[in-house]
């Protein structure tokens, strides 16, 4: 019999997956379409628009150039009636008041005054208004310079008594010789015109040679500049009143090109016209944003029923895999509850292991300890008795014939005691107890190591400290571990410096020592704490300074951390709770 190998299977996409693929195809082509229509149309629009403004922004134009001229003929017909040149010739103008009221409101014009050749009123349509014109001068303003000068004067302002905008126009009134013997003014008002600019769905602008809009579609923007006015002309226009008490300020305007301006950050095709009777400008700015509504409305209108079904094919094919991704789901769910279960049982385990390692080391910590002082105990204890007698014998107080030795062998006896507490499995009771007294004593202990070593020993106590729980002789005995450790590293270290800082922050105690020896390495404060590990040379210790000292700092209720320094060195923080008081 001759073995065949089995015949690869041929990949085959699931028929599935491949209308998925189609559905999506068919919504990235529907979006591009959608898109490219969008632009296409909003481009178009936007070029119909530009084309079609300029001739609505000539119409708005030549409307306002008829609101302008069409009461030009008044003040010339009223310059040359005998009745005008009569009251200035001589003085009696009272009876020209009526007159110039009737004219007034049969022509549609604001005011019809008559002034001298000083610039008074002596006549005028409102002339029984409290407002009325007549006595008050007007040699300031253009239109009655250009007049009394021999030409016809016209000019825009805000009206000095009453405030309104309106366009003035002028005629000298002479007599049969040429001369000269007052002027005719008649006043168009403009916020009539501003009124007939709204209401079409456009932002129409009408701004003076300055810049300045004189009237506008939007009340909001009269009096405004679309470019900054220059010394000469605001000087100008203060000599010359023409907007009287009215505020000008600065419009958000900027160009785009010749086709586009934006206004208050508003995008906007814009048209320009000028106007014929004044060197004013006409600006037509229709928002760039109603061409693309307009555009967005067509491809939306176009583009919904294909979205519909778009929709409805992706609904369908949802419900297909939403039943193949429950399974799915059930199956990764199962998986990563088992591998979280494994990660849990091997981390236990680890945990287990690691602490059983250190039990035993803390068991043999205890047995050296229980033979330290079993070994130690008798000759120290022997030492206090020889010391003991000498002072009987020479009849000298307790410890005043050697206090420097029977301090060190008081010491002695301390250090065992602390040994043997550690080697029992119950502790005694704590007390509370000052940080600062015991810090002081500890650093008594080294200082004569450190002036040896010749390690400069800087030691910063605040008085003021509060007491923590504990007993003092073992924490007495963490900061001695701590400041020689500091020590011992900085023997090769030019400066030599150890640091000893302690303070209180809130309800903290803080002990800082830092040296600047070699520092840390690698090493963290978890192996540092490890019983029997110790980077000193064989002979100079047995590793078992820090694991000590961690268990002591645990029992008090604080914590040991260890960090590089920097600039080269180590830093050792203990952390203990302060308690206010102390015991009795």
Same mark, same amino acid.
């Given at each position: 019999?001759? $073995? ?5 299977? /041929?990949?085959?996409? $699931?028929?599935?997956?491949?209308? #998925? ?18 632009? +296409?149309?909003?481009?178009?629009? !936007? ?30 017909? *009223? ?11 001589? @003085?009696? /103008? ?7 009221? $009737? ?31 007549? #006595? ?6 253009? &239109? ?8 016809? @004067? ?29 002027? +005719? ?58 907007? #009287? ?36 400008? !006409? ?14 409305? &067509?491809?939306?209108?176009?583009? =919904? ?65 229980? /033979?330290?002082? %079993? ?7 022997? =030492? ?16 005043? !014939? ?18 043997? !507490? ?22 008594? *202990?080294?200082? %004569? ?10 030691? %910063?106590? $605040? ?19 701590? *400041? ?33 020896? %070699? ?22 210790? =047995? ?42």
């Amino acid at each position: 019999m001759t $073995d065949t190998l089995p015949r690869p299977k /041929s990949i085959v996409m $699931d028929p599935s997956h491949r209308r #998925g693929a189609y559905i999506l195809a068919a919504i990235v082509g529907l979006s591009v379409f959608a898109v490219a229509s969008y632009l +296409v149309l909003a481009a178009f629009f !936007l070029r119909s628009e530009a084309a079609q403004t300029p001739e609505r922004a000539q119409f708005f134009a030549s409307s306002i150039d008829d609101a302008l001229t069409r009461l030009e003929h008044l003040p010339y017909v *009223l310059s040359i009636d005998e009745t005008t040149l009569a009251s200035l010739v001589t @003085g009696n /103008s009272a009876e020209l008041n009526p007159i110039l009221a $009737d004219i007034a409101q049969r022509a549609g014009a604001e005011f019809v005054y008559v002034l001298d050749l000083q610039g008074k009123t002596v006549a005028s349509s409102n002339y029984r208004d409290a407002d009325s014109l007549v #006595g008050n001068y007007y040699t300031f303003r253009p &239109y009655f310079t250009d007049a009394v000068s021999g030409a016809s @004067g016209r000019f825009y302002a805000v009206g000095v008594t009453t405030g309104r905008p309106g366009y003035f126009i002028a005629e000298p009134v002479k007599d049969a010789e040429g001369t000269i013997h007052g002027v +005719v003014t008649v006043k168009i008002g403009f916020e009539d015109l501003s009124r007939a600019l709204t209401g079409n769905g456009e932002l129409v602008l009408v701004a003076d040679e300055q810049g300045v809009v004189l009237a506008s579609s939007d009340p909001s923007l009269i009096y405004g500049y679309l470019s900054p006015l220059s010394d000469a002309e605001r000087r100008t226009l203060e000599e010359q009143q023409q907007f #009287g008490s009215k505020t000008l300020f600065p419009l958000d305007w900027e160009p785009e090109g010749d086709r586009r301006a934006r206004l208050d950050g508003t995008a906007y095709v814009w048209t320009k016209a000028y106007l014929e009777q004044e060197e004013w400008s !006409l600006h037509l700015l229709s928002e760039v944003s109603e061409s693309r509504r307009q555009a967005l409305l &067509y491809v939306a209108g176009g583009v =919904m029923s294909l979205l519909v079904l778009t929709v409805a094919a992706a609904i369908y094919r949802a419900a297909q895999l939403r039943h193949a991704l429950t399974i799915s789901n059930a199956d990764r769910q199962r998986l990563t509850r088992e591998i979280e279960e494994r990660r849990i049982a091997e981390k236990k385990l680890e945990s287990a292991r690691s602490e059983l390692a250190r039990k035993d080391q803390l068991a043999a910590l205890g047995q050296l300890s229980a /033979s330290i002082t %079993h070994e130690l105990g008798q000759p120290i204890s022997a =030492m206090k008795n020889y010391l003991a007698a000498e002072e009987i014998a020479t009849g000298a107080q307790p410890n005043g !014939l050697w206090p420097q030795l029977s301090g060190l062998v008081d010491r002695m006896q301390r250090i065992l005691d602390q040994l043997r !507490l550690f080697g029992r499995t119950t502790a005694s009771a704590d007390t509370t107890f000052p940080v600062h007294a015991t810090v002081d004593a500890a650093v008594q *202990l080294v200082r %004569h190591t450190a002036v040896d070593a010749g390690v400069d020993l800087r030691v %910063h106590v $605040d008085r003021d400290l509060g007491h923590v729980r504990g007993r003092p002789e073992r924490f007495e005995q963490v900061i001695v571990n701590l *400041l020689r450790n500091a020590i011992e590293s900085t023997l090769d270290a030019d400066p030599g410096v150890v640091t000893l800082q302690v303070s209180q922050r809130d309800d903290q105690v803080i002990v800082t020592v830092s040296d600047t020896g %070699h520092g840390l390495g690698d090493l963290q404060i978890t192996d540092l704490r490890e019983p029997f590990f110790s980077t000193k040379p064989s002979g100079q210790g =047995m590793g078992l300074g820090l694991a000590i000292s961690g268990q002591i700092i645990d029992e008090m209720g604080g914590l040991l951390h260890a960090e590089n320094i920097a600039g080269g060195g180590a830093r050792f923080v203990i952390s203990l709770p302060a308690i206010e008081g102390q015991d009795v």
